[in-house]
């Protein structure tokens, strides 16, 4: 699903707002102790939309201070999950502990600790950028100084000072998407639900809202952050899950699930001219798995290891083989979705 200037409405997000904040007058509680404990524990739950089993036995772990990634293809049920575990849905079956504490609709204690980025921009047209954020974190926050501040630096931390006049239809998509982001997160929640936050955005705020994320992050805020885009997810995540139709295939850090399966580094070399002996030689390495040679190109693969390509380059040499270009490719989480579900992670 693709977030678009279509939706750029503030409703969407009031009602997850309002639900999620419990209006403007909610008390404000102290925090609940959740120490020692996940931020965020969910088992067997199941959801279902009519025929299509949305989420299957889904179990999930997030302890304090992660960058937690939820990492599968399209309609593999991320934002279900997500919006299961905020109360926005109601589910078949299962429990979801947020903070230690059971969560349910009426929690307003635990929502107000939470912020959420959908996935579809959802912000006010009538409204300008800063009259947006603050509408939104007067949702939790009545003190107007204390919200002035944390407009300020909501307008700080995604990057939108000199747009503050701006109303929405006057940004790009990129800053679009920033205003979301500052609408989702000027409360300084403790835990922050990024719902595909890059997706049809520029490179330039990319990278922006990805460091915008690790300073948050850095900040003292959990965040659990969906994508399908492997790279990010990588690049952002201190451990991650990967999902499909609905169930958790595979936990742990990025070293973790690459260890888990047997997907090595590639490596391609342009060879004119190869031996059948150095051909031999190749395959006798005790990390080489496979050796090919077809075509003037010489395609390896190996096991995960840091010699690999010097190892494969001193044989070339050995045997006075010249080469041109060299491709080598450490294993990816699609290799490793590839290796699980026998389907490519890439849309
Ligand atoms: N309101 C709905 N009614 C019926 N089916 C739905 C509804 N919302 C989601 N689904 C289905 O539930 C499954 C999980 O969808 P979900 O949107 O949670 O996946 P996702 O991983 O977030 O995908 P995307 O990246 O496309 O948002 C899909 O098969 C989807 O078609």
Redesign the pocket.
Known sequence: ?EAGRSAATGDARTKAALETAGGPRAPKLAGAPHEGRSIVAVDGLVKR??E?L?LDHFNLRIEPGEVFGLL?P???????AINCMLQLLTFDKGTIELFGEPMRPSRYDLKRRIGVVP?NVAVFEELTVRENIDYFCALYVSDRARRRDLVDEAVAFAGLEGYERFRPRKLSGGLLRRLNIACGIAHKPELVFFD?PTVAVDPQSRNAILEGIRQMNRAGSTVVY?S?YMEEVEEICTRLMIMDR?RALATGTNAELKAMVDAGEKIQVDVPEFPDAALERLRALPHVRRALYRDGVLELACANGTHNLGDVLAVLQAFGAAFGRVWAEPPTLNDVFLEITGTELRD
Do not use: F, L
């Open positions: 699903m939309y009519g299509v949305a599968g399209n309609g593999s049920g991320k934002t279900t996935q595909e969906t399908h609905g």
